[in-house]
Antibody, heavy 125, light 107 residues
């Protein structure tokens, strides 16, 4: 079964750090680009970060740039999100997700086809 | 690129046909998908490339549109379709943008 399972969430004080993990199974993890998406309580979805299949290309939303670090270990089928200098507005459910790509008439279309169940991060004193 | 969904919420009955709109702040070709999220659950993919169904998605879901205006139509609304729906653009890949969401409630 294709599956993504996040872990590492919890309660942390403002200014603190946390490392989220996402364990992938049921597919060839090393061939897929991966993303993190978050959802603040009662709010919509927000893309956080992207990493290429080999890990060499990385992008961040402006809201987390300079504070969050995405990485992956393809030998361990795992995706990570290191979060530093956490703020109250980082409080959210964090989802890891697989990015699928379809080629239609020589054009690439990207979409999320597999989502984890999420891990909750609460930043509060 | 900003995505604006309308309405933000709607009430409908089982069997109804509903339409949700997603407007992009600039031309994004057809680089848009739709996602469904039920309370307490992760999102689920419905549509990609504006109009193509993801695997396993019922045919009562239909996506259309291009450039700056897109719609998600659900025909013969079923009880399991009451959820919040989000559009997502990848024209600015790898930076992605979600719309604000549309909550579909039972009338």
């Amino acid at each position: 079964e294709v599956q993504l399972v996040e872990s590492g969430g919890g309660l942390v004080q403002p200014g603190g750090s946390l490392r989220l993990s996402c364990a992938a199974s049921g597919f060839t993890f090393s061939t897929y680009e991966m993303i993190w998406v978050r959802q603040a309580p009662g709010k919509g979805l927000e893309w956080v970060s992207h990493i290429s299949a080999a890990g060499g290309t990385i992008y961040y939303a402006d809201s987390v740039k300079g504070r969050f670090t995405i990485s992956r270990d393809n030998a361990k089928n795992s995706l990570y999100l290191r979060m530093d200098s956490l703020r109250a507005d980082d409080t959210a459910i964090y989802y890891c997700a697989r990015l699928e790509m379809a080629t239609i008439q020589w054009y690439y279309y990207y979409y999320v086809d597999i989502w984890g169940k999420g891990t909750t991060v609460t930043v509060s004193s | 690129i900003q995505l604006t969904q309308s309405p933000s919420s709607l009430s409908a009955s089982v069997g109804d046909r509903i339409t949700i709109t997603c407007r992009a702040s600039q031309d994004i070709r057809n680089d848009l998908g739709w996602y469904q999220q039920k309370p307490g659950k992760a999102p689920k993919g419905l549509i990609y490339a504006a109009s193509r169904l993801q695997s396993g998605v019922p045919s009562r879901f239909r996506g259309s549109g291009s450039e700056t205006e897109f719609t998600l139509t659900i025909s013969n609304l079923q009880p399991e379709d009451f959820a919040t729906y989000y559009c997502l653009q990848h024209n600015s890949y790898p930076a992605l943008t979600f719309g604000g969401g549309t909550k579909v409630e039972i009338k």
